[in-house]
T-cell receptor
């Protein structure tokens, strides 16, 4: 079993829809949770960063962490064609150098 | 001014050759990493250096050898290239540990071995 599980999709939605992405993990030591966005032929860029459980909102993006269920989510409201990318969840324990990544979910937003 | 820059962007080479990829960061970060991304987009850590000291050395063939001349530079040398080495290699950096607001990635080096 992988340390971080993420459905690779692909996911195709119409413009304006809500995109819902999620990851589950097995390591209860994970405390820092991130979402990266990767456009085709580019490097991943940090989209959202959260510590421990709770919600965080940034514009159209909302990240949720439920440590009791070992489950994290990313919601994209009013999705745009420019949101079409691969979204990777990542997480680490306190003091760790290593980030553990999910497999990435490829999202296409249709105009 | 690019924060994490890798060269070359593309590398096409024959089996058995030796090649190097270079990475530089101007963020003042202490820690640098090499990740390999396969065709299914999965990112797997290979090596990490903190202030020129090797701190992560995952199960990687001996043909791969990292080198960090200073904390702003991390290079990757690959000997006797094999078809299975074809992938995108990403360099990344963090302030110190991964929890310090994650990594900043370079744009990747797409290696194709023919």
């Amino acid at each position: 079993q992988k340390e971080v599980e993420q459905d690779p999709g692909p996911l195709s939605v119409p413009e304006g829809a809500i995109v819902s992405l999620n990851c589950t993990y097995s390591n209860s030591a994970f405390q820092y949770f991130m979402w990266y966005r990767q456009y085709s032929r580019k490097g991943p860029e940090l989209l959202m960063y959260t510590y421990s459980s709770g919600n965080k909102e940034d514009g159209r993006f909302t990240a949720q962490v439920d440590k009791s269920s070992k489950y994290i989510s990313l919601f994209i409201r009013d999705s745009q064609p420019s949101d079409s990318a691969t979204y990777l969840c990542a997480m680490s324990a306190s003091g760790d150098y290593k980030l553990s990544f999910g497999a990435g979910t490829t999202v296409t937003v249709r105009a | 001014d690019t924060a994490v820059s890798q060269t070359p962007k593309y590398l096409v080479t024959q089996m058995g050759n030796d090649k190097s990829i270079k990475c530089e960061q101007n963020l003042g970060h202490d820690t640098m990493y090499w990740y390999k991304q396969d065709s299914k987009k999965f990112l797997k850590i290979m090596f990490s250096y903190n202030n020129k000291e090797l701190i992560i050395n995952e199960t990687v063939p001996n043909r791969f050898s990292p080198k960090s001349p200073d904390k702003a530079h991390l290079n990757l040398h690959i000997n006797s290239l094999e078809l299975g080495d074809s992938a995108v290699y990403f360099c990344a950096s963090s302030q110190r540990v991964a929890a310090d607001y994650g990594y900043t990635f370079g744009s990747g080096t797409r290696l194709t071995v023919v």
